[in-house]
């Protein structure tokens, strides 16, 4: 069963922890998270599920950056959620899709005890601009049947920045220094964008 926005609000504080938290976000059965004012852009040509891939940081700047075809770009929510014995699942907003931005929050089904900020993946169908601090998703609650032990995967666990694929570590791949130096000029690409 999924959450109405009544019972959210019952939970807050105990099974339930948003922060930064706006009550006129609720929706019937949802609450609208917003995007963080940085974005990781993958350097690499090829990008490798079993190594480190090279990324860089750009920032939205307060009058919008545009959003590229052909380029994965990742964000995060500003908003840090918490969530105890409740599974959290992430929704683009239909709002976003009908701008041609395909949004797909970390997977979009949360494990029970998540806790951090949410790594966004968005691309995009034509060239579209985008604000820090709009909102692009909703988080949802859903009942849990059974026990289950509390997620205490440090993968992403208790993230509070953007976080690219770390799949390689499940691959064996030894990621102690991932950010090699790498110049492709996508500080050109960058700047004809905004």
Not at 125 to 134: F, K, L, S, T
Not at 179 to 189: G, H, P
């Amino acid at each position: 069963m999924i959450l109405s926005s009544q019972e959210l609000l019952s939970r807050m504080g105990e099974d339930i922890l948003i922060e930064p938290f706006d009550p006129s976000r609720l929706n019937a059965n949802s609450y609208n998270l917003s995007l963080h004012d940085e974005l990781l852009v993958y350097e690499e040509v090829v990008l490798d599920a079993a190594s480190p891939n090279r990324y860089r940081r750009i920032e939205i700047p307060a009058e919008g950056l545009t959003l590229q075809p052909g380029v994965l770009y990742l964000g995060r929510t500003i908003e840090h959620t918490e969530t105890n014995g409740l599974v959290p699942v992430l929704h683009s907003r239909s709002s976003l899709g009908r701008l041609g931005v395909i949004l797909n929050p970390g997977g979009s089904l949360g494990q029970a005890g998540y806790c951090g900020t949410w790594t966004l993946e968005l691309h995009c169908i034509q060239p579209v601009r985008i604000y820090p601090g709009m909102q692009v998703c909703q988080i949802s609650y859903h009942e849990l049947i059974g026990k289950c032990k509390p997620c205490d995967e440090d993968k992403y666990q208790n993230s509070t920045d953007i976080q690219p694929s770390l799949l390689h570590r499940e691959l064996g791949y030894d990621d102690r220094d991932t950010q090699l130096e790498l110049q492709l000029n996508f500080d050109e690409a960058i700047q004809a964008a905004r």
